[in-house]
Nanobody
Framework: QVQLVESGGGSVPPGGSLRLSCAAS????????LGWYRQAPGKERELVATTTSGGTAVYGDYVRGRFTISRDNEKNTVYLQMSSLEPEDTAVYYCLARWLTLYWGEGVQVTVTS
């Protein structure tokens, strides 16, 4: 079992920044891909970004260079630095760990509003 605990969500104005963190514990190993998905009301969950322990990252198309994913393998923690936030980025952001099994965190709310 892998446990994921997210933090760092909140409300920011358009153009603002937020940094999300997700700490993994339990049976976590470098084999796991860590990352983030998001789900807005009435929409399907979609990829934000994922990263391997070696630093290979994949981003959702809409990120457009605004978000950066990073990972501290010593701390088993993955981060998502988000800048130039837009109202369309409003969603619940979920941390995931994926290897032989897929695990999800409970999610954190990110709201972009003036």
């Amino acid at each position: 079992q892998v446990q994921l605990v997210e933090s760092g969500g909140g409300s920011v104005p358009p153009g603002g920044s937020l940094r999300l963190s997700c700490a993994a514990s339990g049976s976590i190993s470098p084999n796991y891909v860590l990352g983030w998905y998001r789900q807005a009301p009435g929409k399907e969950r979609e990829l934000v970004a994922t990263t391997t322990s070696g630093g290979t990252a994949v981003y959702g198309d809409y990120v457009r260079g605004r978000f950066t994913i990073s990972r501290d393998n010593e701390k088993n923690t993955v981060y998502l630095q988000m800048s130039s936030l837009e109202p369309e980025d409003t969603a619940v952001y979920y941390c995931l760990a994926r290897w032989l099994t897929l695990y999800w965190g409970e999610g954190v709310q990110v709201t972009v509003t003036s």
